[in-house]
Nanobody, 120 residues
Framework: QVQLVESGGCLVQAGGSLKLFCAAS????????MGWFRQAPGKEREQVAS???????YYEDFVKGRFTISRDDDKNTVYLQMDSLKPEDTAVYYC??????????????WGQGTQVTVSL
């Protein structure tokens, strides 16, 4: 069973950049499709991006052109580079590992989340 730990969240001004990290232990990330999700206060959790085992990325429309997902299986880490941040990107961000191959990640394993706050 893989354990996931997110980090990198903080307070940033609108227009700024931030990089999130998702480190795995207890398992090999290369076995999983990986996804980043977010949940804003009062809203449902939503998928932001996913990346296949071969490294093919998928992005939701609201982050296309601004966010980049990547993975380094040697380091057992998945990244989310976030540029041109907007206040509406404020949320707790989670990573998830999925044994399925769909770009729509369901998530067999989840991290605890990291808070991203974007101020005006």
């Amino acid at each position: 069973q893989v354990q996931l730990v997110e980090s990198g969240g903080c307070l940033v001004q609108a227009g700024g950049s931030l990089k999130l990290f998702c480190a795995a232990s207890g398992g090999t990330l290369s076995s999983y499709t990986m996804g980043w999700f977010r949940q804003a206060p009062g809203k449902e959790r939503e998928q932001v991006a996913s990346i296949s085992r071969s490294g093919s990325p998928y992005y939701e429309d609201f982050v296309k052109g601004r966010f980049t997902i990547s993975r380094d299986d040697d380091k057992n880490t998945v990244y989310l580079q976030m540029d041109s941040l907007k206040p509406e990107d404020t949320a707790v961000y989670y990573c998830a590992a999925d044994t399925r191959t769909s770009y729509r990640v369901v998530g067999d394993f989840w991290g605890q989340g990291t808070q991203v706050t974007v101020s005006l």
